[in-house]
T-cell receptor, first 115, second 112 residues
């Protein structure tokens, strides 16, 4: 079946603009995660959704970041008033449930460049 | 402070030889570890995992070893192939909501 998909694959924006990044998880997966990878760094956890429950936002770096998950499926990560330090690859992952042994499958990522 | 550390940013190995990638962690509460492989412009791909109740897990050419007392794990690839050239990330499933905590990665180059 189809894997995790993300759009757009690349996004270039000007400092101060808002951006929306989209993630389509694997069908039937209840858990969805957003991570980001800055240059030379490992993946940094941002936010987690489990089914229709309220998300765990503990990893969001500032209140300019927010995310939604509609109908327990598609998720959108929104960054308001983008800054240059927001430039990174934003990765989405989904898993069957939230158990630690449930493999997280990653999408190809969205490369965000803030000029 | 980094909870998962991969101290070697790069490793170069000859085709057919063994590749050994190392990873250290600081939190003794971590109980599930994973290795992911990443090619450029693609998302990470799950490779192999190990639970803390084991000290070894093998899958084909890939073996992960866990030394809990040393808080150290390693990934062995035998024999190494040019197609194994990628960035390898070590991760611990130790976040409060099941999120993965990643190291910075090791770039493996397998020379023909």
């Amino acid at each position: 079946g189809a894997g995790v998909s993300q759009s757009p694959s690349n996004k270039v924006t000007e400092k101060g603009k808002d951006v929306e990044l989209r993630c389509d998880p694997i069908s039937g997966h209840t858990a969805l995660y957003w991570y980001r990878q800055s240059l030379g760094q490992g993946l940094e956890f941002l936010i987690y959704f489990q089914g229709n429950s309220a998300p765990d936002k503990s990893g969001l770096p500032s209140d300019r970041f927010s995310a939604e998950r509609t109908g327990g499926s598609v998720s959108t990560l929104t960054i308001q008033r983008t800054q240059q330090e927001d430039s990174a690859v934003y990765l989405c992952a989904s898993s069957l449930g939230g158990a630690e042994s449930d493999t997280q499958y990653f999408g190809p990522g969205t490369r965000l460049t803030v000029l | 402070d980094q909870q998962v550390k991969q101290n070697s940013p790069s490793l170069s190995v000859q085709e057919g030889r063994i590749s050994i990638l190392n990873c250290d962690y600081t939190n003794s509460m971590f109980d599930y570890f994973l290795w992911y492989k990443k090619y450029p412009a693609e998302g990470p791909t799950f490779l192999i995992s190990i639970s803390s109740i084991k000290d070894k897990n093998e899958d084909g050419r890939f073996t992960v070893f866990l030394n809990k007392s040393a808080k150290h794990l390693s990934l062995h690839i035998v024999p190494s192939q040019p197609g194994d050239s990628a960035v390898y990330f070590c991760a611990a499933n130790g976040g409060s909501q099941g999120n993965l905590i990643f190291g910075k990665g090791t770039k493996l180059s397998v020379k023909p």
